[in-house]
């Protein structure tokens, strides 16, 4: 099961952190990802992490301001946000599956419910 929070609004030029709370015993070989999805748009990609950490994938159009980190002991998975834009705004979800990260949403086997994050200008 994954549950996220911290999603708000914010003005353009702020940042967010978003949390991602795992549980289900398996966390220490689950692949995590946020995805995103705005109003009337297709669910993308956003970033992934394998389950020992290291090298993350990114979506290229984020330009460096989102950073993705996961926290094995407590079984988080967070996702900063800086310099954020008001097409940022959308549907943020955490996203699991075993072993391999994987920028496609097909792909992920458990998911969370979502969480708001609104960019004013």
């Known amino acids: 099961q994954l549950v996220e929070s911290g999603g708000g609004l914010v003005q353009a030029g702020e940042s967010l952190t978003l949390s991602c709370k795992y549980s289900?015993?398996?966390?220490?070989?689950?692949?995590l990802a946020w995805f995103r999805q705005a109003p009337g748009k297709e669910r993308e990609f956003v970033a992934a992490?394998?389950?020992?950490?290291?090298?993350?994938l990114y979506a290229d159009s984020l330009e460096g301001r989102f950073t993705m980190s996961r926290d094995n002991p407590s079984e988080t998975t967070r996702l900063q946000m800086d310099a954020l834009k008001p097409e940022d705004t959308a549907i943020y979800y955490c996203a699991g599956r075993p072993f391999r990260a994987t920028r496609r949403a097909e792909d992920y086997n458990y998911w969370g419910q979502g969480t708001q994050v609104t960019v004013s200008s």
């Open positions: 289900g015993g398996t966390f220490t070989w689950t692949a």
């Open positions: 992490m394998l389950p020992t950490g290291g090298a993350t």
